[in-house]
């Protein structure tokens, strides 16, 4: 495993919870919902096919993390957070959707929740 980026300096026991901790929940099994984004961590990890995979792990104040290797998903949120970066402010809460491809296969993403 391999820690690409994260939202802040985190603490070995944050990285252990948004990587290795066995109570990391699915973000597409969030959809529809609100989740305060205390921090973040992007990283690779290995599958169960020998495959590196990035992974975007987002933990909430009352230390619940939700992980995604969903390209929609990391792309979108990344780019709000560059937007909002560079306007002096931070992204507090995103509201976790899905939609249907052009293939009609189903994908999640992220919108900006105020």
């Known amino acids: 495993m391999k820690v690409l980026k994260t939202s802040k300096d985190l603490t070995p026991q944050e990285i252990y ?11 597409s099994d969030a959809e ?9 961590a992007l990283y690779e ?3 169960s096919k020998g495959e590196v995979q990035e992974i975007l792990a987002i933990m909430t104040p009352e230390r619940e993390v ?3 290797n969903s390209r929609t998903f990391k792309e979108d949120f990344f780019k709000m957070h560059e937007l909002f970066e560079s306007l002096g ?4 809460s995103v509201k976790v959707m899905s939609g249907m ?3 009609d296969r189903k994908f999640i993403t992220c919108v900006y929740e105020s």
Do not use: G, R, W
């Open 17 to 27: 919870f948004l990587t290795m901790a066995p109570t990391v929940q699915k973000m």
């Open 32 to 40: 529809t919902q609100i989740i305060e984004v205390s921090s973040y």
């Open 45 to 47: 990890d290995e599958n």
């Open 66 to 68: 939700f992980a995604t």
């Open 89 to 92: 402010e931070e992204v507090h």
């Open 101 to 103: 491809s052009k293939n």
